[in-house]
Nanobody, 126 residues
């Protein structure tokens, strides 16, 4: 089993920055493709970003490309999402996820990921 715990969410002004962290435990972290998803009230949970085992391959949703950066530190079993230029439409619960079989791709969906964290709230004020 894999346990994922997100942190770093909070309230931020539009145009501001926030860094989310996801700590993983339960298996060898380095072999997992890690992703971030988000879900706004009344909307479907959507892909945000993903990163492969080495950190050499990443992909982003079009809505966040150029503003968000995903990274990982395998020594710390942690994946990060640096969010810059935040917009009110970025407001959502952000979930960390892991997959043992899927590639890094913006086209992956929630069903493609095997493990999930509990989520952390990000609120961007206008």
């Amino acid at each position: 089993q894999v346990q994922l715990v997100e942190s770093g969410g909070g309230l931020v002004q539009a145009g501001g920055s926030l860094r989310l962290s996801c700590a993983a435990s339960g298996r060898t972290f380095s072999y997992l493709v890690m992703g971030w998803f988000r879900q706004a009230p009344g909307k479907e949970r959507r892909f945000v970003a993903a990163i492969n085992w080495s950190g050499g391959s990443t992909d982003y949703a079009d809505s966040v490309k150029g503003r968000f950066t995903i990274s990982r530190d395998n020594a710390k079993n942690t994946v990060y999402l640096q969010m810059n230029g935040l917009k009110p439409e970025d407001t959502a619960v952000y979930y960390c996820a892991a997959t043992v079989s899927r590639p890094v791709s913006r086209h992956t969906m929630v069903g493609d990921y095997d493990y999930w964290g509990q989520g952390t709230q990000v609120t961007v004020s206008s």
